[in-house]
């Protein structure tokens, strides 16, 4: 029979609060970390930093100071940037390090097509400087803890578009320059379709699915490395159902505010194609895929089942999107 003394006592009170306060703590910092960004008026914003800087808005600012917002709230949310934490609490969370994920993938795709497209009048003209050290900076591994950290490349890749604005705004015809063309702007949309179609996919493979091979498009003569096998089962594992959901969520936040920057530059381009109407509900398809989640947790119920399933949710907003911006760039490139 073991006998308790009140130095034991102390020794055991003692342990609990060591083990117990951090824990509390990291829990409660988790709860206050995971919380996505609201989102932003992309226009009014852009004019308010012109007006703080002395700066007029020029085709492009808009687009540009989208870019540059989105990136900032990347690193500089509630929390900070989480991808590449080593210890608690960053480490022990996923929703927000997916979500960070999805924007930066499509903070990549636009500041390459500042890089590729809207800054260059056509293949022959040179890269613009800054956007030539932009691109690279921002495709640094999201992981990357050591020095040059993620988050240092990112920032260092910030400077250098906002270099780009400064000059985007100066009197100097030789200076930097944004190109709002249908073109351009078509370009760019062939990367998302892709980007949505992709994702599109995957949230809908949620709960399994029999796919048959499409691979080849239906090109007698066409080849590939490995024949597929049609039809097959598709089926994302169930611990990576929420890293896809977030992973959406954050491209699809991104996104909505990148098409309204185009909204503003491209409008006459939009106008004189027909297409202005089509950009508008492409974001509104995804102002409907931000509406915050009603549930703790992700839920993946059975697509005809008592419970919902919020992966095929969201496939629904991404898929119609995707279908918009297909018409849209059809719009742009023969309308």
Same mark, same amino acid.
Do not use: C
């Given at each position: 029979m073991s006998v308790t003394t009140p130095k034991t006592r102390r020794y055991a009170w003692l342990g609990a609060l060591l083990i117990g306060l951090p824990t509390l703590l990291i829990l409660a910092f988790m709860w206050w970390w995971d919380h996505e960004p609201d989102a932003f008026d992309v226009v009014a914003h852009a004019k308010a930093r012109a007006s703080e800087r002395g700066q007029p808005v020029v085709v492009g600012t808009?687009? &540009?100071?989208?870019?540059? /917002?989105?990136?900032e709230t990347l690193l500089d949310k509630r929390g900070g940037y989480l991808s590449n934490d080593k210890l608690p609490p960053g480490a022990l969370m996923d929703n927000l390090p997916n979500w960070e994920f999805g924007v930066l993938v499509q903070t990549r795709d636009f500041a390459k097509a500042f890089r590729n497209e809207f800054s260059r009048s056509q293949t022959q003209s040179t890269e613009d400087a800054d956007l030539l050290e932009a691109d690279?900076?921002?495709?640094?591994?999201s992981d990357r803890w050591l020095l040059p950290s993620s988050e240092g490349q990112y920032r260092k890749a910030i400077g250098h578009v906002e270099g780009y604005l400064d000059r985007l705004s100066d009197s100097d015809p030789y200076s930097a320059q944004f190109?709002?063309?249908?073109?351009? !702007?078509?370009?760019? !949309?062939?990367?998302v379709e892709k980007r949505l179609g992709s994702l599109s996919q995957r949230l809908s493979a949620s709960v399994g699915q029999i796919r048959i091979d499409t691979d080849r498009g239906g090109d007698r003569s066409a080849t590939q490395s490995t024949p597929g096998?049609?039809?097959?089962?598709?089926? &994302?594992?169930? &611990?990576?159902?929420?890293?896809?959901?977030? *992973?959406? /969520?954050g491209t699809t936040w991104a996104l909505l505010h990148f098409l309204r920057a185009v909204e503003h530059d491209f409008e006459p381009v939009l106008?004189?194609?027909?297409? !202005?109407?089509?950009?508008?509900?492409?974001? /509104? *398809?995804?102002?409907?895929s931000q509406h915050d989640l009603g549930s703790p947790?992700?839920?993946?119920?059975?697509?005809?089942?008592?419970?919902?399933?919020?992966? !095929?949710?969201?496939?629904?907003?991404?898929?119609r999107?995707?279908?918009?911006?297909i018409d849209l760039r059809q719009l742009l490139e023969r309308g």
């Open positions: 808009v687009s &540009t100071e989208a870019l540059i /917002r989105v990136a690279p900076l921002f495709s640094t591994p190109y709002a063309r249908a073109d351009n !702007l078509a370009d760019w !949309l062939a990367v096998v049609s039809p097959r089962m598709v089926q &994302t594992p169930w &611990t990576e159902i929420d890293d896809v959901f977030y *992973e959406a /969520r106008r004189d194609k027909n297409a !202005l109407v089509s950009l508008r509900q492409i974001i /509104r *398809e995804l102002e409907e947790v992700v839920l993946n119920g059975s697509p005809f089942g008592f419970f919902a399933n919020h992966s !095929l949710v969201m496939a629904n907003y991404v898929s999107a995707n279908a918009a911006v």
